[in-house]
């Protein structure tokens, strides 16, 4: 389990775990196939592919994905229980790579008040359900549930003992979005340095969004030396979700240079991915979501289209076409500039003749006031009734006209700021 090149960071795939159990994002057994061979074209290095006990439906999804993807590790997680492990087992054992994953809290807020046990208990627990996924699989991974809440010294004593009894793969979960990103980057730091017979297993880190640091404490992780990334397609999970897979591989690409880490991840698969996601779960993602919402590649501000424009360096630190987008897009509203009116006309192919240049800025104004954003079709208007002195050529006089009053004042001062 252990990587030979020390910057490699594996990515750990749970949309069809994690993701999936949110409320509203329910996925049938077809949905869930779907995704994850869109997840293998991505090349994300783990699916967890469902939690089997929970229902013969994903029993059934978490088979299926193991039987076909071949370019992944194909994992499902368990609660400690013999009943969940042997589910996982009959599951995923026909991949080509299983993983039986392993969840059971290390809190005290969990022990007690979950679970009603005690420390020991847990550990005792624990330790023996390793041991008999060890038994039916090679790959093992524990995961200490609530971890960024949880004792540290406790925390440690049980990825030492998990690691002993034959779990390949400790994950730290901040499971409630607790933790400060240096907090869950010191955590992380010290149970790599301090857990006796780390160097056994593979690091890897699950964070949740409450408080919107999710890919911050997974990035503090990796800086810690965590070496895997739990995560999901447009951040979808529990509550406010899980690290966003798009941002943190983005991150790691955009900041190369100084973060010295890589993946295996092909990028330009991502815009597909997100949107197979978002069409299979009913859910539409946020529009100025980062790498993937529709407006992260849209400039709209005279200002920000006349950089742009100009040069992409300006106002873009990541190329579109590296996510998997045709372009940017230069949106025409009413904070929008000359320079890119012009821009847009002449990809349509449209030149004004002389003289009939500042009508038509003037009659895309008045336009724009009215209206969230000037599409294609309106600016064809717009250069056709500014050519014919105002008409259509359908007899009926434009319906700008009719706001040119009131909004001529706008017009102009808007006019002396954008130019
Ligand atoms: O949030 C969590 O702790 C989990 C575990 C199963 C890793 O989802
Ligand atoms: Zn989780």
């Not at 999804?61 to 087992?89: F, S």
């Not at 424009?309 to 372009?327: C, F, H, S, T, W």
Request: proline fraction near 3%.
């Amino acid at each position: 389990m252990k990587e030979t090149n020390p910057d490699r960071v594996f990515i750990f795939d749970t949309t069809l775990r994690d993701g999936e159990q949110s409320p509203g994002f329910h996925l049938d057994a077809n949905s869930k196939l779907r995704i994850a061979r869109q997840l293998e074209k991505l090349g994300v290095d783990v699916i967890e592919a469902g939690f089997p006990i929970s229902s013969p439906g994903d029993f059934e999804a978490c088979r299926r994905i193991a039987r076909e993807i071949r370019g992944a590790t194909v994992t499902a997680l368990a609660r400690a229980k013999r009943e969940d492990i042997d589910a996982v087992w009959g599951a995923i054992r026909d991949a080509q790579t299983p993983q039986i994953h392993i969840v059971l809290s290390v809190s005290d807020v969990h022990i007690d008040r979950k679970l009603g046990m005690t420390r020991e208990q847990v550990l005792k627990r624990g330790a023996e359900m390793v041991e008999y996924a060890r038994f039916l699989c090679d790959n093992v991974e524990y995961s200490p549930e609530d971890a960024g809440r949880a004792d540290p010294d406790y925390l440690i004593e049980t990825v030492e003992t998990m690691i002993a009894a034959g779990a390949n793969v400790i994950n730290i979960p901040d499971t409630t979005g607790y933790c400060l990103p240096y907090e869950f980057g010191e955590l992380v730091r010290r149970v790599i340095n301090e857990a006796r017979g780390c160097e056994k297993a593979l690091f890897s880190v699950h964070c949740h969004n409450d408080l919107g640091l999710a890919v911050a404490n997974t990035l503090a992780a990796l800086a810690a030396g965590a070496r895997r990334v739990e995560c999901t397609i447009n951040g979808i999970g529990e509550r406010a979700g899980n690290t966003s897979l798009e941002e943190v591989v983005m991150l790691l690409r955009v900041r190369q240079a100084k973060l010295g880490l890589e993946c295996g991840i092909d990028t330009t698969e991502i815009t597909r991915t997100s949107r197979l996601v978002s069409e299979l779960t009913g859910t539409p993602v946020q529009p100025n979501k980062a790498v993937v919402g529709a407006n992260a590649f849209a400039h709209a501000s005279g200002i920000h289209q006349d950089g742009v424009l100009k040069d992409r360096l300006n106002y873009e630190i990541m190329k579109p076409e590296d996510v998997g987008l045709a372009d940017s897009k230069i949106v025409l509203t009413a904070r929008s500039g000359r320079h890119a009116f012009h821009h847009r006309l002449s990809r349509l192919g449209i030149t004004l003749t002389d003289g009939k240049d500042d009508v038509a800025w003037q009659r895309f104004l008045q336009l724009a006031d009215t209206k969230k954003e000037v599409t294609d079709e309106d600016l064809r208007k717009i250069a056709a009734m500014s050519e014919t002195n105002g008409h259509e050529g359908n007899g009926h006089p434009p319906v700008t006209d009719q706001l040119h009053d009131h909004n001529h004042v706008a017009d102009a001062m808007r006019h002396l700021i954008f130019g």
